[in-house]
């Protein structure tokens, strides 16, 4: 079956640094992205990755290795509005969107 | 200039009633979805719909059915509620969707419905 896993929640403090793992097994692979939702709001587009390596987007990064089916979300400098939760989300042969259930990062001051 | 707007935010209605939601994009997307958040927050998906395609999942119950007047809307009815179905649904909508799409999903700010 199709699968991803990343945890289900996190706590980090103002300014620090988190990561935020994910990993997938897919029926193939087409890519993975990021999304990002805050409490009662929907999800927001942040990253997408096909091929392996690390790709920067000013305070996020996101990193992707095919080979061990694994990617994580690279959040620095850390403020309070980014608590949020983080979605992991794996595209498959077929194009299909294989959604993880979310880690809820919590900020402190 | 909203991207993707669904009506209505908040929906209170009793077992057994029929209701839609509804959902327009203005991004000139080619595919529409259907997604349901539960309580534990897993995006669950519906239904994806463009001109060429509709894909069901399959583990929808019949009783959910989108309907699509034209390419930039894509209505959700269903029938018969049940309380399983309170959770909040989301629209989204992508650029040249269906087949060999890897174009990032913009949503609607969802709809709460709760079911009494």
């Known amino acids: 079956g199709q699968n991803i896993d990343q945890p289900t929640e996190m706590t980090a403090t103002e300014g620090a640094i988190v990561q935020i793992n994910c990993t997938y097994q897919?029926?193939?692979?087409?890519?993975l992205f990021w999304y990002q939702q805050h409490a009662g709001e929907a999800p927001t587009f942040l990253s997408y990755?096909?091929l392996d390596g690390l790709e920067e987007k000013g305070r996020f990064s996101s990193f992707l290795s095919r080979s061990k089916g694994y990617s994580y979300l690279l959040l620095k400098e850390l403020q309070m509005k980014d608590s949020a939760s983080y979605l992991c989300?794996?595209?498959?042969?077929?194009?299909?969107?294989?959604w993880g259930a979310g880690t809820k990062l919590i900020i402190k001051p | 200039d909203t991207a993707v707007s669904q009506t209505p935010k908040y929906l209170v209605t009793q077992m057994g009633n029929d209701k839609s939601i509804k959902c327009e994009q203005n991004?000139?997307?080619?595919?529409m979805y259907w997604y349901k958040q539960d309580s534990k927050k897993f995006l669950k998906i519906m239904f994806s719909?463009?001109?060429?395609?509709?894909?069901i999942n399959e583990t929808v119950p019949n009783r959910f059915s989108p309907k699509s007047p034209d390419k930039a809307h894509l209505n959700l009815h269903i029938n018969s509620l049940e309380l399983g179905d309170s959770a909040v649904y989301f629209c989204?909508?992508?650029?040249?969707?269906?087949?060999?799409?890897?174009?990032?999903?913009?949503f609607g700010d969802g709809t709460r419905l709760s079911i009494l």
């Open positions: 989204a909508s992508s650029q040249d969707g269906g087949q060999h799409s890897n174009q990032p999903q913009h």
């Open positions: 991004l000139g997307h080619d595919t």
């Open positions: 719909y463009n001109n060429k395609e509709l894909i």
């Open positions: 897919t029926s193939g692979f087409n890519g």
């Open positions: 990755n096909v």
């Open positions: 989300a794996a595209l498959d042969s077929n194009y299909q969107l294989i």
